[in-house]
Nanobody, 121 residues
Framework: QVQVVESGGGLVQAGGSLRLSCAAS????????MGWYRQAPGKQRELVAA???????KYADSVKGRFTVSRDNAKNTVYLHMNSLKPEDTAVYYC???????????????WGQGTQVTVSS
């Protein structure tokens, strides 16, 4: 089993910055991807940003140029640096880890419990 623990959410004014952190631990042989999703009230969960094992990244159009995802492979940790925050960024942010427990096991998705980010106008 893999444990995923997020931290760093909170309340910030529009234009401000926050950094989210997510650490994965447990039965991890390899991590294919780590990323962040968010879900606002009444909306579907959406991908915000992800970083893949080769180092490539993917961002939602709505956060490009404002958010940066990075990963510390040695610590199995992923970060989301959020700048120029807007009220529409308000949501619960979930960390996702796509990892395999052994060399022959297929990777699976693991989720954190979520952390609230609230941006006031």
């Amino acid at each position: 089993q893999v444990q995923v623990v997020e931290s760093g959410g909170g309340l910030v004014q529009a234009g401000g910055s926050l950094r989210l952190s997510c650490a994965a631990s447990g039965s991890i042989f390899s991590i294919n991807a780590m990323g962040w999703y968010r879900q606002a009230p009444g909306k579907q969960r959406e991908l915000v940003a992800a970083v893949f094992s080769g180092g490539s990244t993917k961002y939602a159009d709505s956060v490009k140029g404002r958010f940066t995802v990075s990963r510390d492979n040695a610590k199995n940790t992923v970060y989301l640096h959020m700048n120029s925050l807007k009220p529409e960024d308000t949501a619960v942010y979930y960390c996702n880890v796509f990892s395999a427990s052994t060399a022959w096991a297929p990777p699976d998705n693991y989720w954190g419990q979520g952390t609230q980010v609230t941006v006031s106008s």
